[in-house]
């Protein structure tokens, strides 16, 4: 119960293995974000989270998490954001590893799971057709939390074969699209503007920009200059 769960957050140890990551739209969050803890990567924001769901809950059980306040940090003697985020992004991993949804999910069709990160020649993708599979994790539940795990965009860039655009079409899933010339940064966007305008709720937009990696530096960045510079002078949670 919750009063099991203030005596376990009295103490770092007790709750480090129960730390995750979400991510959201830090432009239409920014005022709540500001006593949270979170790492900024252009327009979105990793959030960290405290799973409160009890060891015995049933598995169908609906999800019980609670945001992580700057004022737990103090009392668990935390200077050091990045130990936390970094902890949770671990704990995410493991527990939700990423994968890869091929044949889009419809009402009757799940969709197939495919776990990418090990060496095999086997796995063959068409990342450029309409359709190409999504970036999730095994859970799909906040799913794009994968492009930010460590090694997942470089293993894709080795399977892909080169740079590729990410969009991401809401918090559970990105799009990720080889950087080629039948698909122009103009279209890239334009297609991420399309998926935006479909979304049921603003609540269900991740990023409004398009994001590339490039295998050359392993980093992901916001591919429009102006927005990656608007992000760039903002200051550091």
């Keep these: 119960g919750s009063e099991n769960l203030r005596k376990k957050a ?8 129960l730390l ?9 969050y920014k005022d709540d974000l500001a006593s949270l803890v979170y790492r900024r990567v252009g327009d979105i924001a990793l959030v960290v989270y ?10 169908q059980t609906v999800d019980m998490s609670v945001l992580v306040n700057r004022s737990y940090c103090d009392t ?7 130990t936390l985020i970094d902890q949770a992004l671990e704990n995410t991993m493991r527990m939700q590893p990423p994968a890869l949804l ?23 993708f068409d990342f450029a057709g309409t359709l190409a599979p999504l970036l999730t994790t095994t859970a799909d539940y906040y ?18 074969g080169g740079d590729f655009y ?16 039948s698909l122009p940064k103009k279209t890239a966007q334009a297609l991420l503007d399309d998926m ?4 049921h709720s603003d609540q269900d937009i991740l990023s409004r920009y398009t994001f590339i990696y490039r295998g050359d530096t392993d980093t992901l960045s916001l591919l429009s200059e102006e927005a990656a510079e608007h992000y760039r002078t903002l200051p550091c949670p």
């Design 10 to 17: 009295k103490s770092f140890n007790a709750v480090k293995n």
């Design 143 to 160: 799913g794009a939390i994968a492009a930010f795990y460590p090694g997942v965009l470089r293993r894709l860039h080795q399977i892909i």
């Design 166 to 181: 990410v969009l991401f079409s809401g918090c559970h899933a990105a799009i990720v699209k080889p950087v080629n010339a």
């Design 20 to 28: 995750l990551l979400r991510p959201a739209n830090f432009d239409d």
């Design 76 to 82: 668990w003697g935390i200077h050091d954001m990045d």
């Design 102 to 124: 091929t044949m889009p999910p419809t009402i009757i069709h799940k969709g197939h799971h495919v776990l990418f990160m090990e060496d095999d020649e086997s796995l063959n």
């Design 196 to 199: 935006n305008k479909k979304v």
């Design 50 to 59: 405290l799973n409160t769901k009890d060891a015995n809950s049933d598995s």
